[in-house]
């Protein structure tokens, strides 16, 4: 089967370091493996988004010699195939309604467990829809951090995946995305391994096949916090690729490159002798 990888940013702020490093390490594991590397615009939280992001960040990529071989993917395109996802969910009776207010949920109420919500109902609003969590292990074979095990019900509960405003959860939104867009293995940042759980229970609820998962370290910054864009820490200059390229490859544990004159030759260069063994489990402070 022929290998197909993904980025998949949100439009929450400019690209930065941190998630250059999720595309560097998807594009290189996609490119050495001889397989197609897309693109994915998260853009499924319209409350979230900043204006303008989405365009700045599909527009830096091209300077960093990262090209999608297939046309983006919007979320906010994607609404049919969800409601198709969230009905089939329904029709297995694999979701509740929940009732709670965001104050309630705020107040620490938030677990639920055995599709039971903590609030009475009330028909006067939207609920919103959790998926019952089994009390069983979900098990994974990580290609960088190892064997994975979780119970869901003890360590997610019930989870949400249609919120009040009818916005879907990014759980539902990427288990779909991913079975549409063919992928074969999910690279992707550490912050995303708990959740990884969670979205091999869909798949199979939903009766989509379950990719290889690869989980990248984290950048984190000199207080030991994830690198984000909603902090704008250290965004990377599509006028400068080259410098925040070495430092990504270097995050990523690739032996120094040779300087080359710009960032499709350095690349070219680091896939010939990518080594995913050589990518740490555990981040660094990154800092600058
Ligand atoms: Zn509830």
Redesign the pocket.
Known sequence: MEYRGRFAPSPTGLLHFGSLVAAVGSWLRARQAGGRWLLRMEDIDPPREVPGSAAAILAALPAFGLVADEPVLRQSERRAAYDAAFARLRAIDAVFP???SRS??AAG?AL?RDGR???PPDPRREP?W?LRAPDCDIAFDDAVQGPQRQNLREAAGDFVIRRVEGLYSYQLACVVDDAHQGITEVVRGCDLLDSTPRQIWLQRLLGLPTPRYLHLPLALDGAGRKLSKSTQAWPVDPADPLPALHRALAFLGQPPAEHLADAPALLAAAVSRFDPALIPERGGCFAG
């Open positions: 929940c009732w709670c309630g949920l109420a639920h919500c903590l609030a919103a959790r």
